[in-house]
């Protein structure tokens, strides 16, 4: 749901100046399931063809291994989504990165004739996150009420009715909450549900028939259950039933890592937005490149894009995700001829930097900067 650690990187000094082959990308796939993950995929769409990973198992209970074509809950990569159907909205003239949130949700925010939807994408809206106000704990796995069914106006008035952290525009700070009142603004602008604008948008002109956004605990077969390896007592604990709605707009979505990486390689092409708009998109939030190296990412954030600063030598965009027995990557090249994703079936390891790493240089081709793990995010 935030932006997740379990696969992100810090710059430093070091250079990686080899390509990894594909065994040793998948021993380090093998290595991450010793090390405590139940599972991991991965797509490599690159110079060498498409390539697909697998290692462990999509149920422990069962046994059975986990596979490419397993769908998991693919968490704050959402976003992506989210901000794409945005922009084709003011693409297409319905909307404005410069409107309010009171002019299509009148009354809903404190102050929002002062949030514009530009600071909603880039997290510079000041609103809290709802995942940060107590009991903070609505957001992380094993919690009793985990399949609790929200609504988005529960969500929002969550965090809009914390104190805000700064003015509109002043600073960065990530928030689910603006994510989720993005959802709500397609909504109103089309008249159509958000999963509806998503198969509209993106689903049906790329052919993404293994994504999908849920609205209750059920998942799509064959899918890989999530689970949480940092619980105390019984371990690991099974959280797959964790509802979708905790994060809807923000991060409930559903997919292959397939789907994910087709996804995320449009994007970056200049398939679903013009230009102009994916260049915003791509622009720097001020403030972000110190926010998210403080949740543990090098990288900046634009409209619903992280560019990482891990690939010094060529542009990368992407996101990551973090879902309660989940986490994701998915990134690209700036042409869309290069990208990758992938999915852990589990909490943050310390061992998934190094998977991240080898995938990062097998897929981009050019020189990296590498660093430790982060903490972990939301």
Known sequence: MAVSAACAWAATAALAVYVPARAEVQRALDALVAGGAPGVTAVIHGPHGVERYSAGSANLHSGAPISPLDSGRIGSTT???TATVVLQLVGEGRLSLGDSIEKWLPGLVPGGDRITVRELLNHTSGLTDYCNVAPATMCDAGVPDMARRWTQRQLVAIGA???PLFLPGQSWSYTNTGYV?????VERVTGHTLAAEYTRSILQPLGLRHTEFPVTTAMPRP???GYDVMAAGSWPLDVTATSPTIAWGAGAMVATVGDLDAFTRALLEGRLVTPSLLHQMEAAAPGSLAGLKGVGVGGTYGLGLIHFTWAYACGVWGHTGDFPGYHTLAASTGDGR???AMSIT?????????LAQLVATRVLGCRMRFGPIGA???
């Open 161 to 163: 009715g914390a104190p």
């Open 376 to 378: 972990r995010g939301s």
């Open 79 to 81: 976003k992506m989504f």
């Open 338 to 340: 290069r990208s990758a």
């Open 181 to 185: 009142l993005l959802g709500m603004i």
């Open 223 to 225: 899918h890989s259950n």
């Open 346 to 354: 589990s909490d943050a390891l310390p061992t998934a930097g190094a």
